[in-house]
């Protein structure tokens, strides 16, 4: 799992042939290489938990290096499989992916494959399963912030509106009242580590949808303000959102 993805890399906007093009016509590609290695990672994660897949696991799709290798291994896979790789850099790079899963195996103590296979399995669940009280909010340190707002305008046009601009100055702040933790504005900004997200919670409560909707605390109408409200429901308090004007 998994081979190449069907796909149309483009259309030729003048002649109103779509990519390929094979004498004036086109006809399906195949999508591989790095940009399917989420879905294949995902599929082969759906094998390794189904009941019924018994059979030997094989990782494919977007492997380049030993991480990509390792990370299929460690969701159920028994080998993997590198065909876009070796078709962009040549078969050296296997040496470099046996070398480096050597390395990674002795920093873990693991002697044989079978040691890890699989082994990040048991932390994969379904979204109703995972802790609604893990808080973590956006952090901008100001010392490494450029100014671009590149986060100011992926927040407020796509996510909470949770970051506000000073009246003086262009370096953001956080509002953390607002703030969910989509991770997007750290995400966007073009600064290694100038945001981060830190965790709010102590770790000592945990609550699933699942608790969530058994103890009756589950919004059921688009009005109800933890359901976010109608428009952008503004946490308490009522006046977060005007900081930033
Ligand atoms: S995206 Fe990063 S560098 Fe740009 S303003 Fe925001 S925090 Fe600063
Ligand atoms: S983590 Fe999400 S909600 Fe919080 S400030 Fe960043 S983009 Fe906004």
Redesign the pocket.
Known sequence: LINTIQSLVGVDLDNFVPYPVVDGKSTNGGYCGPAVKPIALNMVKNCAQHRGVNIPISGIGGVENWRDATEYLLLGASNVQVCTAVMHYGFGIIREMIAGLESYMQEKGFHQLEDFIGKALPNVKTWENLNLHYE???HIDPAKCIQCQL?YT??ED??????GLPGEGRIPY??EE?????????L?CPVENC?T?VRKDDGTHSENWKDFVAAGKAPDTFEDQRAGGLGHWVPAPASALERKK
């Not at 607002?178 to 750290?186: A, D, E, K, R, T």
């Open positions: 973590v909010k956006a986060c992926a927040c796509g996510a909470h509106q949770a970051i956080i509002i607002n703030c969910v933790g989509c991770n997007l504005c750290s966007v945001i997200m």
